[in-house]
């Protein structure tokens, strides 16, 4: 019983810690003029990847590839299954999609090709891991270089500069860092022993648990953003997480320590995740926000699951 509460707990570290990170680098955004799609997309979409990020890292020098790798996989069919399909159902077809928010979509398809192309040959090594990691240094370049064509600054920005404080925000910034890594850590260790508790595979806890407690910032900031009028803000934190999954995050973890993976024994799930990432490509760009869409992605969600959940069974 006790390696359940530690696993809930280091979520909710893990959790916790990125909300403080996104919180003041919105902040920090602000005071330098950063649009509200471009915090959504960069600071606020890095903040709530944060957890995939030290768990993932966390799992690769611990030897441990299949959570490494699983973990970024679930969350990505997650953060488009489960997330986009809400904020789409929430926002009943309210939203109005801008030409950059078409254009900024794209980038979410690149990373996923590469990453299969590269564990085809069954291992991302250390140099596939740099490769990943400057796509998100051009993806950030895009989004910065694009900034005035995003969305308009947020409506809360001169009420954020008057409350800003470089010592309280860089505090709490370093807090927030040391609960992730610390937080991850924990969730790497409990999530192994239920693994073996069940008898099952570090892929599937990974896929599930741990894809599922770590998308919960993204969930959380995207249903608030919807839920405020702002879904473009939301999908534009999808798309840029689900880049930093992939560039940051694996690449960090394959820097670390080189991953082996058989693709065909996961062959499913990356196929899946593909699948949601096109379906994500096609929404934005024909702009189809119906309900009906909404409904079709937490059907993909909820078959994911099931197909995961036999693994378990």
């Known amino acids: 019983m006790l390696v359940y509460v530690i696993f809930i707990v ?26 509200e799609y471009v915090i959504g997309a960069t600071l606020v979409a890095l903040g709530t990847s944060l957890p995939e990020m030290a768990a993932s890292i966390n799992a690769s020098i611990n030897s441990k590839p299949e959570l490494s790798i699983s973990n970024i996989v679930g969350s990505n069919i997650i953060n488009i299954s489960l997330v986009l399909g809400i904020i789409i ?7 109005k999609a801008s030409n950059f928010l078409q254009k900024d979509s794209a980038w979410a398809l690149f990373p996923v090709l590469m ?4 564990i085809l040959n069954g291992e991302i090594n250390r140099f596939n891991g740099f490769i990943l990691i400057l796509i998100m240094i051009a993806y950030v370049i895009f989004l910065l270089r694009n900034n005035k064509d995003a969305l308009d600054a947020p409506d809360n920005a001169e009420e954020s500069l008057e ?29 192994a022993k239920i693994a073996k508790s069940f008898g099952v595979s570090d892929w599937v ?31 534009g934190n999808i798309i840029g997480s689900n880049v930093a999954n992939i560039s940051i995050a694996l690449g960090a973890a394959a820097v670390a320590n080189p991953i082996k993976l058989d693709f065909y024994k996961y062959l499913f799930d990356i196929t899946t995740m593909l699948i949601v990432t096109l379906i994500l490509v096609f929404v934005n760009t ?21 197909h995961s959940s036999h693994a378990i069974l």
């Open 286 to 306: 024909n702009r189809m926000y119906s309900r009906a869409v909404g409904i079709i992605l937490l059907l993909i969600f909820t078959v994911f699951i099931e």
């Open 115 to 118: 990453f299969i192309i590269i």
């Open 205 to 235: 806890v990974g896929v599930i648990l741990v894809a599922l407690g770590t998308s919960m910032p993204e969930l959380v900031v995207s249903i608030s953003a919807t839920l405020q009028g702002k879904a473009n803000m939301a999908i």
């Open 10 to 35: 280091s979520l909710a570290v893990l959790i916790y810690g990125a909300d403080l990170i996104v919180g003041e680098s919105e902040k920090i955004a602000i005071k330098f003029g950063i649009s």
């Open 163 to 191: 409350k800003f404080n470089w010592a309280k925000t860089s505090i709490l910034l370093i807090l927030g860092f040391v609960m992730v890594v610390y937080g991850a850590d924990f969730t790497i260790d409990s999530a």
């Open 89 to 95: 159902v929430l926002a009943k077809g309210e939203i």
